[in-house]
C-alpha cells in the first residue's frame, strides 16, 4: 500500500524556510494548489493515488454495467421503457490513461469554475456567490481564496474506483485517524445543525429540526471530517496555508 502513496526523492533544490516565515501565506491559494500540482513528484503521486482506487475497483472482480447502444448512436430502450444495459468484466485504465486523465482534469480545474447567484453551501461542483461562514458572517477576500482552492484540489485529488475503491481508500487512511479523539462543543452542533437543516430545506429534503439531535450532528461531522478525500484536500489546504511549494521535501514529503 505504501508505494501508493510514498514521497520520492527528489534533486529540486529547497529553499531554507522555516514554517514560522512561510505561514500564513497571503497569494492566490488557487494558483498555489495549481504550482505544486504541476511539481513532477506531486503529479505522480496524484497519478499513483488513482490507479489504487481503480485497481481496487479490478481486483475486486466486481462487473461494469454498461448501455447497449442502437444503430442510430442512441441508448437502447427495452419494451418497459428501461434502459438495455449489459455486464462484462471492469478492466482497470493503465497508467498512461489515467496520466493523461489527471492532466485533462487538471486543465479543466484550472479554467473553469462552476457558480451559482445562491447562498448555498460550497462543494467541487458549484461555488454560491453569496455563501456566507458558519453563523453568517460574510467571508473574507482570503476566506474565499482558501476555500476555493478546496473545492478545486477535490476535482484533481480524486478517490475513484466506485464502493470497493471507497473501501480500500478508507482502510489506508482509517489507520491513521482516531476519530474517537475529535471534540464537538454544543456551540459547534448549533451551528452545525443550523447549517445542514438550510442545506436539507434547499435540496428539499428537510423534515424536520428534530432530526437533527446533538449526536446525530455529530456522526454526521465526524463521517464527513473522517473521509478520505476531506483528511487529503484539508492537508493540502494546511500545505497552502505554510505557502508548501519548493519547502515540500523538508516538511512532509507529499502533496
Known amino acids: 500500500m ?5 514521497a520520492q526523492p527528489t534533486k529540486q533544490e529547497v529553499d531554507p524556510v522555516t514554517p514560522e516565515q512561510s505561514a500564513n501565506f497571503e497569494g492566490n491559494d488557487s494558483i498555489l494548489l495549481f504550482e505544486r500540482l504541476d511539481d513532477p513528484v506531486i503529479f505522480d503521486q496524484i497519478v499513483k493515488m488513482w490507479m489504487f482506487g481503480y485497481e481496487a475497483r479490478a481486483a475486486s472482480g466486481e462487473p461494469e454495467t454498461k448501455v447497449r447502444y442502437d444503430e ?4 437502447a430502450i427495452k419494451p418497459d421503457g428501461s434502459l438495455d444495459t449489459y455486464e462484462e468484466p471492469y478492466v482497470a ?12 482534469q487538471i486543465e479543466q480545474v484550472k479554467t473553469s469554475t462552476p457558480i451559482s447567484f445562491d447562498d448555498g453551501t460550497p462543494n467541487s461542483g458549484n461555488i454560491p456567490i453569496f455563501w456566507c461562514m ?18 478545486k484540489g477535490h476535482e484533481v485529488r480524486r478517490f475513484p474506483g466506485g ?3 471507497d ?4 482502510r489506508v487512511f482509517d489507520t491513521a485517524i482516531d476519530s474517537s479523539r475529535i471534540t464537538y462543543s454544543q456551540e459547534q452542533y448549533k451551528d452545525d445543525a443550523m447549517r445542514l437543516q438550510k442545506a436539507a430545506q434547499q435540496e428539499g429534503v428537510f423534515e424536520s429540526e428534530e432530526e437533527y439531535t ?3 450532528t455529530k456522526e454526521i461531522l465526524v463521517g464527513y471530517l473522517s473521509d478520505p ?5 484539508r492537508m493540502g489546504q494546511l500545505k497552502n496555508y505554510f505557502g508548501f511549494f519548493r519547502t515540500r521535501n523538508l516538511y512532509t514529503g507529499t502533496s
Open 2 to 6: 505504501k508505494e501508493y502513496f510514498a
Open 229 to 233: 478525500q476531506e483528511i487529503v484536500e
Open 134 to 151: 458558519p453563523g453568517g458572517a460574510t467571508p473574507t477576500l482570503k476566506q474565499k481564496s482558501i476555500m476555493l482552492a478546496h473545492e
Open 93 to 104: 485504465p493503465s497508467e498512461a490513461e489515467v496520466r493523461q486523465m489527471v492532466i485533462d
Open 72 to 75: 442510430n448512436g442512441d441508448m
Open 214 to 216: 446533538y449526536e446525530s
Open 167 to 170: 473501501l480500500s481508500y478508507k
Open 163 to 165: 464502493l470497493e475503491g
